[in-house]
């Protein structure tokens, strides 16, 4: 058997044990998860103190503050073009065109549509809270247990599960549109249009706006991961009283 069909199995074990009985996990790094089980009284009680209830709680209110300083960063001037770790390139599949239209001297083309693809996605960054927001909401208690016992990064696997078609769907308009206000489109069609007309050259055509939704989306979400860890592994980080309590405060 699997690690984690075993805690399922426990975990189910634990649900139908007698009305004194307790099962408790161990702590996972500093987060102190709360006991399956509930005393005579019926209440569910934890050695930590943490009840299923303020765990619940305690992870969507980390959820929203990584979801909106994540969102928040991503959406202000700058916030892909000058960090290093979601800054958007030039597509890969047409590296060459840039190389080339560089050796050419189309250096600074190159630059401002690159700059531009970088503005569409903070543009496009705005209207990512709503969607998460939402999918908190949904959370239950298996799928916080899941992620308070999983991976650092597993309330954000979680959230790719369940906003990545809400979010494909409600960027690629707003992508578009974005590109086209900064002038994407046009300086990526007048780029590849002048490497295409180079003798002997493969002509390129990248989706646009699939690969500017894509690493929007893959931007958004690094971030978001970023936070997830260090609320998980920084108790400065930890800013409620609830967040200390859940996570080890």
């Given at each position: 058997m699997t690690k984690r069909f075993l805690l399922i199995l426990l975990t189910l074990?634990?649900?139908?044990?007698?009305?004194?009985?307790?099962?408790?996990?161990p702590k996972i790094g500093n987060i102190k998860l709360p006991t399956l089980g509930k005393t005579a009284t019926g209440s569910t009680t934890t050695p930590s103190g943490v009840s299923n209830t303020e765990a619940t709680n305690g992870l969507k209110e980390a959820l929203i503050q990584g979801i909106s300083k994540g969102a928040d960063q991503a959406s202000q001037k700058d916030g892909f073009n000058l960090n290093s770790f979601i800054h958007i390139p030039f597509p890969p599949d047409a590296q060459r065109v840039a190389t080339t239209l560089r050796s050419i001297g189309l250096g600074s083309q190159v630059d401002a549509f690159e700059l531009s693809l970088n503005r569409g996605a903070e543009d496009a960054a705005k209207s990512a809270k709503p969607i998460f927001l939402n999918a908190i909401k949904s959370l239950t208690f298996t799928d916080v247990w899941n992620i308070l016992t999983g991976q650092k990064d597993a309330a954000t696997q979680y959230l790719k599960r369940t906003t990545t078609g809400q979010l494909s769907t409600a960027f690629q308009p707003i992508i578009q549109q974005s590109l086209d206000k900064v002038g994407a489109t046009r300086y990526y069609t007048t780029l590849s249009s002048s490497y295409n007309r180079i003798p002997l050259v493969q002509p390129v055509q990248t989706d646009l706006n699939q690969y500017a939704t894509g690493k929007a989306i893959d931007g958004l979400f690094t971030l978001i991961a970023q936070e997830e860890a260090n609320i998980r592994e920084n108790p400065v980080a930890r800013t409620t009283a609830l967040l200390k309590k859940v996570f080890g405060g």
């Open positions: 074990s634990a649900f139908s044990l007698s009305a004194s009985a307790q099962f408790t996990l």
